[in-house]
């Protein structure tokens, strides 16, 4: 049982691997463009988010359509090339 629990650290890392072939790599959103309802400015009016623009590993970057006018902060993307 103890040489069993050498290698129980290596659940994480295959865990994270699967993690990455089954859905892509970490991005975090670059920047967005939104429709402005009167005031650009004004935080109080709410947003209608048009595209959301996310960079990942390799400073890769992908241009997205925002999903419900919606940019969340990180997604997972699987990105070809």
Do not use: H
């Not at 629990?5 to 691997?17: C, E, N, Q, T, V």
């Not at 309802?37 to 595209?51: F, K, M, Q």
Request: glycine share 8%; with cysteine; hydrophobic share 45%.
């Amino acid at each position: 049982m103890k040489f069993a629990a050498l290698f129980l650290w290596l659940a994480l890392p295959i865990a994270g691997y699967a993690t990455y072939q089954l859905y892509g790599s970490p991005n975090l959103i670059w920047s967005y463009e939104f429709r402005a309802i009167g005031a650009r400015y004004d935080l109080t009016i709410p947003r209608c988010y048009t595209s959301c623009t996310y960079v990942g590993w390799g400073l890769r970057t992908v241009t997205l359509s925002a999903q419900a006018a919606r940019c969340p902060w990180e997604r997972l993307l699987k990105v070809q090339g």
